[in-house]
Antibody
Framework: QVQLQQWGAGLLKPSETLSLTCAVY????????WSWIRQPPGKGLEWIGE???????NYNPSLKSRVTISVDTSKNQFSLKLSSVTAADTAVYYC?????????????????WGQGTQVTVSS | EIVLTQSPGTLSLSPGERATLSCRAS???????LAWYQQKPGQAPRLLIY???SRATGIPDRFSGSGSGTDFTLTISRLEPEDFAVYYC?????????FGQGTKVEIK
């Protein structure tokens, strides 16, 4: 059974860089892309971006200028950096498995998810 | 990007009743590339449905999905106490992958 465990700093000041890491336990690391998704308080979900073991990345255009997702295949881990944070970046950040190839088609549902990390940006 | 609009915002029902949740896309979702998730307070979302109508592993058969193009539906045939939660749809036909704003199913 695949499990994702994430960690990182939970309190940031405006203009700082958010940094989170997600470790994958069990299952194949190389058969999937790995994503970051966030959820502002009381709001819906926003996909941030994805990476695979070959360091191929795709980012949401709304955040692309500030986002870097990296991977460490030796540890089955992937990481998120979001620069120049503001209060609007306050959210619960999740890591999740997906996209992947399913019956020859690249599909991007997310399963499973990490436990989530509350990140608050405040001066 | 594809915008998903879920309705209603809140659904007030009693255990045993049928729940029908709607998800409408701003443009056609290719290949029925739509998923549904359930989220309970303080928890991560859980995948329920993918491919518009296929149940994920371990999901009870009281959950069913249907639809294509721009209109999709999640149906819970008989609500159990543990089904009261927020439900999100998500499209993965066109990047960026996007989610609806959610429908809360609450106890009446």
């Amino acid at each position: 059974q695949v499990q994702l465990q994430q960690w990182g700093a939970g309190l940031l000041k405006p203009s700082e860089t958010l940094s989170l890491t997600c470790a994958v336990y069990g299952g194949s690391f190389t058969d999937y892309y790995w994503s970051w998704i966030r959820q502002p308080p009381g709001k819906g979900l926003e996909w941030i971006g994805e990476i695979n073991h070959s360091e191929t990345t795709n980012y949401n255009p709304s955040l692309k200028s500030r986002v870097t997702i990296s991977v460490d295949t030796s540890k089955n881990q992937f990481s998120l950096k979001l620069s120049s944070v503001t209060a609007a970046d306050t959210a619960v950040y999740y890591c999740a498995r997906g996209p992947h190839w399913f019956l020859g088609i690249r599909v991007a549902w997310f399963d499973p998810w990490g436990q989530g990390t509350q990140v608050t940006v405040s001066s | 990007e594809i915008v998903l609009t879920q309705s209603p915002g809140t659904l007030s029902l009693s255990p045993g009743e049928r729940a029908t949740l709607s998800c409408r896309a701003s443009q056609s979702v290719s290949s029925s590339s739509l998923a549904w998730y359930q989220q309970k307070p303080g928890q991560a979302p859980r995948l329920l449905i993918y491919g518009a109508s296929s149940r994920a592993t371990g999901i009870p058969d009281r959950f069913s999905g249907s639809g294509s193009g721009t209109d999709f539906t999640l149906t819970i045939s008989r609500l159990e106490p543990e089904d009261f939660a927020v439900y999100y749809c998500q499209q993965y036909g066109t990047s960026p992958w996007t989610f609806g704003q959610g429908t809360k199913v609450e106890i009446k």
